[in-house]
C-alpha cells in the first residue's frame, strides 16, 4: 500500500473493509464487516481508530443497522433499530466525530420511505467522501501558515489511518513539506498504544518526509534543543469555548509549547466541533483498562500488586491554542466568540 493513496476504511462487495491498525506495520490485515455488531467491535477494540475514521465507520454501520432492522420489522424498521444505533454511539465515547455521524445518518433516515438500505448507505458513502475533501482544504490552509523551512512536532496519529485519506495535521505537515516550509518532522511514540511509533512514523517515512521518532518523556527536551516551531496535531472533539480533547499527553505538550515559544495547532473537520459542549470540563474522557499500561506485548511489566490509570485523551485549554484549522477556515486563538464567528452560517 502506496501510504500516501492510504484509506483506511473501503466499501466493497457489501462489506465495510478495514485496515487492522491495531497490527500496523508489521502486518496488513484487511477485515471485513458485515454486520453492526462487527462494526461496533472493531471501534470499541480499536481496529479503526481516529474521529474521523471512527465516524466514517459508524455511518456504515448505520446501514447495516438500518437493513437488519428492515429485513426484521419491515415497515417499522425504526423500532427495531434503536438499541443497534445506541450501541453504535457509545462504541467509544471521546471523538464527537462517531455522535455526529450517528445523528447525520438519522437526520437521513427520517426521509426514507420503504427500504432504507440504498439511501443510508449513499449517505454514509457522502460523508466518507466529504472527509477526505476537508482534509486536503485543511491541509492547505494550515500549511500556509507555516513559515518556511521550520521543524514541529505531532502527537499520536492524525494522518491517513485516521481519515478518509491524507490526515487532518499530517495533511498540514504533507502539503507544508511539499511546499518547503517543514523540513523535518518530531513524532512522538504515543504510549500506550504506539500510534506515533507504528502509524504516524510509518506513515510519513513512507511518504519520504523525514521524521525522527521520541518519546514521549522527551517532547519538551526537543523543543528546548532542536527548535521545534509548531506542535500539530488532530482532535478527537472541539468544545464551544475551543478546548480540545485529543490524545493523552497533548495537554503536556501544548504547556511545553508555551514554554519553548512553539505555536501550537489543532486540525480538525467542521464535525469535531461540538457546540452542543459548552467546555473542555464537559467532555467524557475515555479510560481504558490498565492492562495497556502494565503489559507490554501480553507481558507484564508492572508488578502484579499495582494497578494502573490510563485516561486516554486530554483536554488542552483554548488558552494554549494558537490556531484552530477546520475546512471551513481558521480561528487564531480560539474561543467561544472566534468559534461561533467560523460556523454561523
Ligand atoms: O485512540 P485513538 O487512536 O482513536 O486517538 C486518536 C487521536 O487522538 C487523534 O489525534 C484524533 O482522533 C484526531 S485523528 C484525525
Redesign the pocket.
Known amino acids: 500500500m502506496n501510504p500516501s493513496d492510504i484509506n483506511p476504511l473501503k466499501w466493497q462487495d457489501d462489506a465495510l473493509v478495514l485496515i487492522d491498525q491495531r497490527v500496523l506495520p508489521g502486518e496488513e490485515i484487511w477485515t471485513q464487516n458485515r454486520t453492526v455488531a462487527e462494526v461496533v467491535s472493531a471501534i470499541r477494540d480499536?481496529v479503526v481508530?481516529?474521529?474521523?475514521a471512527?465516524g466514517i465507520a459508524g455511518a456504515y454501520g448505520m446501514v447495516f443497522a438500518a437493513d437488519a432492522a428492515w429485513q426484521r420489522a419491515g415497515a417499522d424498521w425504526r423500532k427495531a433499530w434503536l438499541a443497534d444505533v445506541d450501541a453504535l454511539r457509545h462504541a467509544r465515547p471521546t471523538?464527537v466525530n462517531l455522535a455526529w455521524a450517528i445523528d447525520v445518518m438519522l437526520e437521513c433516515s427520517a426521509r426514507i420511505e420503504g427500504a432504507p438500505r440504498d439511501a443510508m448507505l449513499a449517505e454514509a458513502i457522502r460523508i466518507h467522501t466529504e472527509d477526505l475533501a476537508a482534509n486536503h482544504r485543511m491541509g492547505a490552509l494550515g500549511a500556509a501558515l507555516i513559515e518556511p523551512g521550520v521543524r514541529v512536532m505531532t502527537h499520536?496519529?492524525?494522518g491517513a489511518l485516521?481519515?478518509a485519506g491524507h490526515?487532518?495535521?499530517l495533511g498540514v505537515i504533507r502539503d507544508a513539506y511539499a511546499a518547503g516550509r517543514i523540513v523535518e518532522v518530531f513524532a512522538t511514540e504515543t504510549r500506550p498504544?504506539l500510534?506515533g511509533a507504528r502509524l504516524t512514523s510509518w506513515e510519513l517515512s513512507r511518504s519520504g518526509i523525514p521524521v525522527r521518532l521520541i518519546t514521549d518523556g522527551s517532547a519538551a527536551h526537543v523543543m528546548r534543543t532542536q527548535d521545534v516551531r509548531w506542535v500539530i496535531?488532530?482532535?478527537?472533539r472541539v468544545a464551544a469555548n475551543g478546548d480540545v480533547a485529543?490524545?493523552i499527553g497533548t495537554y503536556s505538550l501544548a504547556i511545553a509549547a508555551k514554554a519553548h515559544g512553539a505555536k501550537v495547532m489543532v486540525v480538525a473537520p467542521r464535525s469535531t466541533v461540538d457546540l452542543a459542549t459548552a467546555t473542555g470540563d464537559d467532555i467524557e474522557i475515555e479510560e481504558r483498562t490498565g492492562d495497556e499500561i502494565t503489559t507490554i506485548g501480553g507481558r507484564r511489566y508492572a508488578p502484579e500488586s499495582v494497578t494502573a490509570f490510563n485516561p486516554?485523551?486530554d483536554v488542552t485549554p483554548a488558552h494554549l491554542i494558537d490556531a484552530l484549522v477546520t475546512e471551513v477556515g481558521v480561528v487564531h486563538r480560539p474561543d467561544r466568540e472566534g468559534l461561533a464567528r467560523l460556523l454561523t452560517p
Open positions: 480499536m481508530r481516529g474521529a474521523p471512527i471523538a499520536c496519529n492524525a485516521a481519515t490526515g487532518t495535521a498504544w500510534q496535531v488532530g482532535a478527537d485529543n490524545k486516554v485523551f
